[in-house]
């Protein structure tokens, strides 16, 4: 059932927290080289379901294909080793380590030869993974963190980049700064699932969109074709529901 | 003068057995919240393996290798049989588990054993000493002190320098994130329970050099020592285990050294006493550790 | 619950009648259809019970565990032991000790009461260490204070004979004192649950930031049922003094705390759980017994083999854990249990009813 080109595909998924039911019965599709968007208001079920995606959260049904693998039943070490990576919310490096130390951990299936040529690779683009390697990554500031954390997930190359909530508690100018990596990381052709509470900025960045309202699907489409009023439609779609 | 010296190695020495308790403590707790009571049976395993390879006339390097492989074994064993299936068990019952395999494992001991001590045949060099000015120096000790040196200094390495190290302290600071790195959750409970295997171990000769003689709830004084001088320290720390095998080392011999004879059959019972008036005013360790109680895998 | 019954004391008091009716059948059978032998294991299981509720009090309202209540046991038995033993047995036994515990022939009831105002005592002296501490550090804590307890019983020969025997006991313990003494502790300890006091601390044991905010102190609740808790495990150790008639430092260590430990563990965490835990734990290991004994009759002795017991005890509590790790009851006293239950009968009822309607 997976379209040609898809690199993820999502069926039927659900995700339950006892009797708390945060995503039910989502579809989506994510094809190589795109970026998308998934919106939805708080707890609308973002976060639950790129940790589904990855074996963090209790899926309770639902089938996930990526690079044409079934890893449905894959523990998370498992998919994430087959290409998969997630910038959490809230980004948590680990912080009483230094950001080099954080850094290795990112590539932990990577052999120190390799590491240090991805690394390299990888400092022009986060010249704070440089400057700061050896400090106590706890100590730097958000945004900062955020960088480290967006440069630890891009160590092992991975086919589908998921970053949840990159700009969550940042001053302005520092989003613009993660933005502009997000843009850099797209023009580099790097697979992208993005969840913003910052619709506007997302979308206009982002080939297609999603919007989840109370756990289910509630409008998809390209980037473009989204506005304020649909989206404000969609996210209000879930009064409807409850 | 010599006399206080003599203490302080004395103190040195039995610390350091204390400090390597801890440590095994300490590696099992940091990472999977789990105070494995057992650690002291993991002991005695070696203690029975010492007690068994010399009585049969082995090389004593053979029987030390022996002594750790036994008790590192017995770790994974545990880790497999009682421990993997309840990662994700409250706290408690994780510790009654351990609790219960520490019986179960004395038990086993005393069948297989007997209750009789067996005494272990060391090799004559363990009483060997030598004299600075009026003060006898066994080598015993001297060889116990740096052995730990070098063993906390390897681990150290160990945690920073490999990449299972790394994601064994991060572990301990975060599983799921780790996790999120593509560290198997098996290859860090292993390596846990290996570290923590070689350590008991490692302690176990020490110990049982000092102690030649085993019983099958040999590893229970030690094992206790080594979790209150985890619990002073600050549980869950490997540093704060360390320094609080030290302390509880040094207020033992320190007591011993200022309470009069009468005392010293109530020697356990002041230490453990003063750990506890230490515990009123940090209850947290005297590095006060807070851990959360976050779910593992 | 508390909150919608205007005397919540009621429901307590119901509980525990319901309580203590189900422990009387089972002491109406055995005490008529049992041997001597079944008799002697049901008056231990009584015991165990007081103990198991009395570690409960502390165990199951502050989500804490304590390895040290079998100290507060110690306390019991040897202050009880002391103050009713022939003085003639004292003068050879314990010749130094001071004259008035030498030469004191007092009767139960107020030896029993000194040895839990020892128990009590020690316990407000020492408790506010452990009501701080949780989790493991609570256990080692405590599990270091047994020990502390049990270097001093073993050494303080004067008046403990060290670890040698003490006996002559008198043996009061009768199955009147027993289970007397086992309602007033089922009493005591559901008012203490639920009173306002155990339904906080309870409250913090599932979420202690929620528990904090709505206004529980947490550490002087804690202290209160730690101390209940230690004057109910004095008197099960002065009923177990004077059940036994010799006791010995060793029988107040690492075995008896596992054994009440597990019941409470395996029972759940209610009081109703330490009964149910005490009834599984005993039954298990006299199952065990007996068929350990069925072994002996081959040409190998298994008997002589200690410790066969404890292995495949300590082994079927781990098993459980892995069942079911909740315990028994979960956290349900029997009402609930009842209730639940009917509700249940109910629910299929009305579906039943429903399917025929169709
Ligand atoms: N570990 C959990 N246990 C129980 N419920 C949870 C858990 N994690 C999330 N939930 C619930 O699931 C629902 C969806 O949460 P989720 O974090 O996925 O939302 P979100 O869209 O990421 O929100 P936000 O924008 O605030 O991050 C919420 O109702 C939340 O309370
Ligand atoms: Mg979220």
């Known amino acids: 059932m997976a379209t040609q080109g898809a690199i993820l595909s999502i069926a039927g998924l659900s995700v339950s927290y006892g009797t708390v039911h945060a995503v039910r019965q989502l579809d989506m599709e994510i094809s190589e080289g795109e970026t998308v968007v998934l919106l939805g208001a708080n707890g609308a079920g973002k976060s639950s379901t790129l940790n589904a995606i990855v074996g963090l959260a209790p899926r309770s049904g639902g089938r996930l294909v990526f690079a044409g693998e079934d890893i449905t039943r894959k523990p998370t070490e498992a998919i994430i080793r087959s290409g998969l990576a997630l910038v959490p919310e809230g980004r948590r490096l680990f912080s009483n380590m230094t950001v080099r130390e954080n850094l290795r951990l990112g590539a932990a299936a990577l052999s120190t030869v390799e590491f240090d040529r991805e690394r390299q690779a990888l400092e022009d683009m986060f010249p704070i993974t440089r400057r700061r390697a050896h400090e106590q990554a706890g100590l730097l500031s958000g945004g900062e963190q955020q960088q480290v954390a967006i440069a630890r997930a891009l160590l092992a190359r991975p086919k589908l980049l998921l970053l949840d909530e990159p700009s969550l508690g940042l001053a302005p100018i520092i989003v613009n700064t993660i933005f502009e990596i997000i843009a850099e990381l797209k023009r580099r052709k790097v697979t992208i699932l993005l969840v913003e509470q910052n619709a506007e900025r997302a979308l206009s960045i982002a080939d297609r969109a999603y919007v989840l309202a109370q756990g289910r699907l509630e409008l998809s489409g390209a980037a473009g074709s989204i506005n304020a009023t649909t989206l404000e439609k969609a996210y209000l779609g879930e009064r409807e529901h409850a | ?297 | 619950m508390n909150m919608l019954a205007g005397k919540w004391w009621k429901q307590s008091l119901v509980g525990s009648a319901l309580l203590l009716a189900i422990v009387l059948v089972i002491v109406a059978i055995v005490a008529l259809a049992g041997s001597t032998t079944d008799m002697r294991i049901l008056m231990v299981f009584l015991i165990n019970v007081i103990a198991a509720i009395s570690l409960q009090t502390y165990a199951g309202n502050s989500g804490n565990i304590s390895f040290g209540h079998v100290g507060f046991m110690a306390f019991g038995a040897y202050g009880s032991a002391l103050f009713t033993a022939d003085p003639a047995i004292k003068a050879i036994g314990i010749p130094n000790a001071p004259a008035f515990i030498r030469e004191a022939a007092i009767g139960f009831l107020p030896a029993m009461l000194i040895g839990t105002a020892v128990a009590v005592v020690v316990a407000a002296a020492i408790g506010r260490v452990f009501v701080r501490l949780s989790g493991a550090a609570a256990a080692v804590a405590t599990l270091g204070f047994m020990v502390i307890i049990y270097t001093l019983l073993s050494n303080a020969e004067e008046l403990t004979r060290g670890s040698k025997a003490f006996s002559g006991i008198p043996e009061y313990t009768t199955l009147g004192w027993c289970v007397a003494l086992l309602a007033l502790t089922i009493v005591v300890a559901r008012l203490l649950r639920d009173s306002n006091t155990g339904l906080g601390l309870r409250a913090c044991a599932d979420d202690p930031i929620a528990g904090q905010a709505a206004g529980v102190d947490i550490l002087n609740s804690r202290y209160v049922m730690w101390v209940a808790s230690a004057a109910g495990a004095a008197i099960a150790g002065a009923l177990y003094a004077h059940y036994i008639g010799a006791i010995l430092p060793k029988a107040f260590h690492f075995e008896l705390t596992f054994v009440l430990v597990t019941m409470v563990i395996v029972g759940g965490r209610s009081i109703t759980g330490a009964v149910a835990g005490a009834a599984l734990i005993t039954i298990l290991a006299e199952v065990l017994r007996r068929l350990e004994n069925g072994f002996s009759i081959g040409s190998i002795n298994l008997s002589e083999a200690p410790g066969l017991t404890t292995a495949v005890l300590a082994l079927l509590i781990v098993a459980t854990l892995t069942i079911r790790p909740q315990g028994l009851v979960s956290r349900w006293e029997v009402e609930e249990l009842l209730h639940r239950w009917q509700f249940r009968q109910k629910e299929h009822a009305s579906v039943r009813a429903e399917e025929n309607h169709v």
């Open chain 2, 1 to 297: 003068m010599q006399l206080a010296l003599q203490q302080f190695i004395n103190a040195l020495s039995l610390g350091s057995i204390y400090a390597l308790v801890a440590l095994g403590v300490a590696i099992l707790f940091s990472i999977l919240r789990l105070a494995n009571f057992a650690h002291g049976e993991l002991m005695t395993t070696a203690g029975f393996t010492l007690y068994m390879t010399l009585a049969s006339g082995w090389n004593w390097v053979l029987a030390v290798i022996a002594a750790i492989a036994a008790s590192v074994v017995a770790a994974l064993i545990l880790e497999r049989v009682a421990y993997r299936r309840l990662r994700n068990a409250q706290p408690l019952t994780l510790l009654m588990t351990s609790f219960a395999v520490s019986v179960a494992l004395q038990s086993i001991f005393l069948l297989t054993f007997g209750a009789r001590p067996k005494g272990i045949e060391l090799p004559a060099f363990v009483d060997a000493s030598f004299r600075i000015g009026g003060m006898r120096v066994q080598w015993l000790d001297i060889a116990i002190i740096l052995i730990t040196a070098a063993i906390v200094f390897g681990l150290t390495l160990f945690l920073r320098k490999t990449v299972i190290g790394l994601a064994l302290r991060s572990a301990a600071d975060d599983f799921q994130t780790t996790r999120l790195m593509g560290v198997k959750a098996n290859a860090l409970f292993v390596g846990a329970f290996v570290l923590s295997g070689m350590l008991a171990g490692i302690a176990a000769l020490f110990y049982f050099a000092t102690v030649p003689n085993v019983v099958p709830s040999s590893g229970f004084e030690p094992m206790l020592k080594g979790f209150i001088a985890c619990v002073i320290g600050g549980l869950g720390s490997l540093p704060a285990a360390i320094v609080g095998g030290f302390l509880l080392a040094f207020l033992e011999v320190g007591s011993d050294a200022l309470l009069s004879d009468n005392f010293s059959p109530y020697l356990d019972a002041i230490v453990f006493l003063i750990a506890i008036v230490i515990l009123r005013w940090r209850p947290g360790g005297i590095f006060g550790v807070r851990l959360t109680a976050e779910q593992r895998v």
